[in-house]
């Protein structure tokens, strides 16, 4: 059964920092993962595309987070990151980790609040 499960949310105060980590388990061998993305959602609102990034290594924003958050993956763990500066107070959600494979797996999500 393959679980991914993020970690480092938080609260946190605007213009603040945040590292989320999302792991997979078992380890997954990196040339079967098409791509790692994270979402959101807020209160109320749809979940939303953040960022993913693919087999190739290339990334992709959604526009209101370019240049604040990067997002990173590390094979040798079966782990991506998003590094979250700038936070503002409408960055605040739930964050959920994806993986496609031949399939679609989701993490559980973790919770990220700012505070103004």
């Known amino acids: 059964q393959v679980q991914l499960v993020e970690s480092g949310g938080g609260l946190v105060q605007a213009g603040g920092s945040l590292r989320l980590s999302c792991a997979v388990s078992p380890r997954i061998i990196s040339v079967f993962i098409n791509a790692m993305a994270w979402y959101r959602q807020a209160p109320g609102k749809q979940r939303e595309f953040v960022a993913d990034?693919?087999?190739?290594?290339?990334?992709n924003y959604e526009d209101s987070v370019k240049g604040r958050f990067t997002i990173s993956r590390d094979d040798a763990k079966s782990t991506v990151y998003l590094q979250m500066n700038s936070l503002k107070p409408e960055d605040t959600a739930v964050y959920y980790c994806?993986?496609?494979?031949?399939?679609?797996?989701w993490g559980q999500g973790t919770q990220v609040t700012v505070s103004s």
């Open positions: 990034i693919t087999s190739g290594f290339r990334t």
């Open positions: 994806r993986m496609t494979t031949s399939k679609d797996y």
